[in-house]
């Protein structure tokens, strides 16, 4: 069998190091932006404009040529994670591999992969029929990997033009490989950096210990004061706009099929960890968090090195759930941090201001209903609807902004390493990608018909 | 005035980077081992060898025609700390720089300063007399900086050549540049590193955050665990073989002209900081500590990460005080890391082995006399007898293999940011620090004659 034209094409794009975190990569995410562009106008979409924008650059594209057919807005982003550590990648992050029925690179999951579906499911009607069943419009960014700082900004400026009746978003994530499913919720996010500083340099421990404080002992226990014995955040005021878990939600999750043993072994984790009184979803799916995501300080090379370091970081997010806001949640962590700080260090918080608060697409939404026709048509079984700890900031920014609710149709899932080394994607899932979003497309348009 | 020849040496020396503990500078180490030889045989010495050890060469040399005259056994060593944080350099850390009467460059006043001034010492004396008033011996190592894990066994196996009525160290510091001093007392080391790893990968902190144990929250807690709210070191045990502090030694400490805001202000600190019940010197000379050297995991880059790292690491140094026994510390602090290691995560310690007890020159040892004798007279003033935080295993290897007592008699100065970037070393200590050197060997000679 030939290899198919989208895996080439995804080798393409995700062998461009659009990664939008790092200014190092800053030339490569334009590059990307630009490659994109190009293979929407090869699939016959109008009006493809690439815009600048404070930070990465946004595209756009569209086909309305569908009279009194509903309209979809499709959702992507092609910038990806960094890839650190790099030297625990099997092949190079940046040169995608075929193996085992996958591809391996940074990003070919998380979002190249089902980006480009949606964009071949455009391609592979309008070539073949000339036309699509529904009005088509897409809005692709370049910033999904730190926060999407322009998009809101853009979408709200371009209110008119974006205009839908519903949102596709190609980010996101099946549950599982082995069954459909669609996320119908997911939690917001907070993030702050912050660094303790001790002596104006590194001293010779052996000199000085005893005299001054270490600014890793400092940071040890501060980080140590964000969560108390129970595993709950131990921050005032944190939980104050959580409400008590949903009983609905709880019964959802307890009807799943979900083996915690397999889930932990698929990780290599040795178990379960995390806020008393709930089982491993709800804490993941229901409860907010608190992870330090990267801490250092001293030295960290081969040997010793006797030091005390003149000073210590840590980088922290949050994953939130409705109705907590993330600058309230930065701020009360703020204080916390300030309130515990120990003697003879200096505290110093950096916070940049963006944020996500959680999302949830309404139960009882017509476009959850053709996702799931749709999925049961492709896999010949039921979707089920599920959650998500994750962050897609985009739902209530399309909400507050277009009026349009967002439903979550992406062909990654969820084990697919994204975020960590050795990222891949099931090459199965392009075909039964596009399959799928051509047929949500039918149906939607049937509907209204 | 044209440069000194001893300045232009020890750009030259101090220009090879002889790091030890990092194997990927081992070449150099070789090269600095051989620079040394070929600079000892051109000062007159004979029997100059470069030995080979299961580590870092340890070159030895000698001089021994002053019939009947006493035997002094120099010590100092080549090798040098790493240059981490190599960007906080004003100078690259290995291309020496002269600037406002000192020279910039890592090892310069740890060790290969003070070492070169022995050197230099001898060979004016030889080259000008032919002859020394004593008989010399050297034994200079490469793996100071790496707790010296061959010496022992060398010195041990070579007791009979190396017989000396006293050891005169090169390494050391004098306490405060403005004020002669010997160091009659130093701390003991002793060394850990430990690891504990959560999932076989770094995952996605948004889809698995709550779920499983976070390592950079475990390790933390661990190392918070290390002190309680007195900064007294709370593992069990530690403080056993623990003497109370000794009156005598608090009064000399008491005595000393030590202004603790001068102090700090030198170091830009904050405040003192340390073990509840004593005084600064007392914390750094008497008692022991227990310092993290450095502590990573996770993301270090620009922007965000949001993983769930896979694992986090700390580096462990103790400074121990008389009758502590490193193995033994060590030992405690395992067992008190095994005993708090928090769920989740699997706790891996590492611990080489080496370590060195706390060493003191007996008070009325006459080599000491000798010292403060050579001081007064190059600086004019009495030299304070003071004591020393960090560690010089020697003097405990050659009490035991040799007999002899160690007497420190370098001419760095605590304040030249050795183990930390921009080291230094004061140009005027060369010429005192040889004429010095000249004067103990002198007035060594003459006592016995």
């Given at each position: 069998?030939?290899?198919?034209?989208?895996?080439?094409?995804?080798?393409?794009?995700?062998?461009?190091?659009?990664?939008?975190?790092?200014?190092?990569?800053?030339?490569?995410?334009?590059?990307?932006?630009?490659?994109?562009?190009?293979?929407?106008?090869?699939?016959?979409?109008?009006?493809?404009?690439?815009?600048?924008?404070?930070?990465?650059?946004?595209?756009?594209?569209?086909?309305?040529?569908?009279?009194?057919?509903?309209?979809?807005?499709?959702?992507?982003?092609?910038d990806v994670q960094?890839?650190?550590?790099?030297?625990?990648?099997?092949?190079?992050?940046?040169?995608?591999?075929?193996?085992?029925?996958?591809?391996?690179?940074?990003?070919?999951?998380?979002?190249?992969?089902?980006?480009?579906?949606?964009?071949?499911?455009?391609?592979?009607?309008?070539?073949?029929?000339?036309?699509?069943?529904?009005?088509?419009?897409?809005?692709?960014?370049?910033?999904?990997?730190?926060?999407?700082?322009?998009?809101?900004?853009?979408?709200?400026?371009?209110?008119?033009?974006?205009?839908?009746?519903?949102?596709?978003?190609?980010?996101?994530?099946?549950?599982?490989?082995?069954?459909?499913?669609?996320?119908?919720?997911?939690?917001?996010?907070?993030?702050?950096?912050?660094?303790?500083?001790?002596?104006?340099?590194?001293?010779?421990?052996?000199?000085?210990?005893?005299?001054?404080?270490?600014?890793?002992?400092?940071?040890?226990?501060?980080?140590?004061?964000?969560?108390?014995?129970?595993?709950?955040?131990?921050?005032?005021?944190?939980?104050?706009?959580?409400?008590?878990?949903?009983?609905?939600?709880?019964?959802?999750?307890?009807?799943?099929?979900?083996?915690?043993?397999?889930?932990?072994?698929?990780?290599?984790?040795?178990?379960?960890?995390?806020?008393?009184?709930?089982?491993?979803?709800?804490?993941?799916?229901?409860?907010?968090?608190?992870?330090?995501?990267?801490?250092?300080?001293?030295?960290?090379g081969p040997g010793?090195?006797?030091?005390?370091?003149?000073?210590?970081?840590?980088?922290?997010?949050?994953?939130?759930?409705?109705?907590?806001?993330?600058?309230?949640?930065?701020?009360?962590?703020?204080?916390?941090?300030?309130?515990?700080?120990?003697?003879?260090?200096?505290?110093?918080?950096?916070a940049d201001g963006?944020?996500?608060?959680?999302?949830?697409?309404?139960?009882?939404?017509?476009?959850?209903?053709?996702?799931?026709?749709?999925?049961?048509?492709?896999?010949?079984?039921?979707?089920?609807?599920?959650?998500?700890?994750?962050?897609?900031?985009?739902?209530?920014?399309?909400?507050?902004?277009?009026?349009?609710?967002?439903?979550?149709?992406?062909?990654?899932?969820?084990?697919?390493?994204?975020?960590?080394?050795?990222?891949?994607?099931?090459?199965?899932?392009?075909?039964?990608?596009?399959?799928?979003?051509?047929?949500?497309?039918?149906?939607?348009?049937?509907?209204?018909?």
């Amino acid at each position: 069998m030939t290899r198919p034209e989208i895996v080439d094409e995804l080798i393409a794009f995700a062998g461009i190091p659009s990664v939008s975190t790092d200014p190092a990569y800053a030339s490569h995410v334009t590059e990307a932006a630009d490659w994109l562009a190009e293979r929407l106008k090869r699939a016959g979409l109008d009006a493809v404009i690439v815009h600048q924008t404070p930070g990465h650059p946004i595209v756009t594209a569209q086909w309305l040529r569908a009279e009194s057919a509903p309209t979809v807005l499709v959702y992507g982003h092609y910038d990806v994670q960094p890839p650190d550590p790099v030297e625990s990648w099997k092949s190079p992050p940046f040169e995608p591999q075929l193996r085992d029925g996958r591809i391996y690179g940074r990003g070919v999951s998380d979002d190249k992969g089902p980006l480009l579906i949606a964009i071949k499911a455009a391609e592979a009607c309008l070539h073949g029929s000339g036309r699509l069943p529904v009005n088509l419009k897409f809005v692709i960014e370049g910033e999904e990997e730190c926060g999407s700082p322009n998009l809101e900004a853009f979408i709200k400026m371009h209110a008119g033009e974006l205009g839908a009746d519903l949102v596709l978003s190609a980010d996101g994530a099946m549950w599982r490989p082995d069954e459909p499913s669609i996320t119908v919720a997911n939690r917001g996010l907070a993030a702050l950096e912050f660094t303790v500083t001790g002596a104006a340099k590194d001293l010779h421990s052996g000199r000085h210990g005893g005299g001054i404080a270490n600014p890793l002992h400092a940071i040890a226990a501060l980080v140590a004061s964000l969560h108390d014995a129970d595993n709950r955040i131990a921050v005032e005021g944190f939980y104050d706009a959580v409400k008590p878990a949903d009983d609905a939600a709880r019964r959802m999750i307890g009807a799943l099929p979900f083996d915690e043993e397999r889930y932990l072994r698929s990780i290599g984790a040795r178990e379960g960890v995390g806020e008393k009184g709930y089982c491993l979803l709800e804490r993941q799916w229901l409860r907010p968090t608190l992870d330090v995501n990267g801490l250092w300080g001293g030295y960290q090379g081969p040997g010793g090195k006797t030091v005390i370091a003149r000073s210590a970081s840590a980088k922290i997010t949050c994953r939130l759930v409705p109705d907590q806001e993330p600058q309230t949640i930065v701020r009360l962590i703020s204080r916390h941090l300030q309130r515990n700080c120990p003697a003879g260090v200096a505290l110093d918080i950096r916070a940049d201001g963006h944020g996500s608060k959680a999302y949830e697409v309404p139960g009882d939404h017509p476009g959850l209903a053709i996702a799931e026709r749709a999925l049961q048509e492709i896999y010949g079984k039921p979707a089920l609807r599920v959650r998500m700890g994750a962050t897609i900031p985009i739902g209530l920014i399309f909400r507050e902004a277009l009026g349009a609710e967002t439903i979550f149709f992406s062909f990654s899932t969820a084990d697919e390493d994204y975020h960590a080394p050795n990222e891949f994607f099931r090459l199965s899932r392009l075909d039964e990608g596009v399959r799928a979003w051509l047929r949500y497309w039918e149906l939607l348009g049937a509907e209204r018909a």
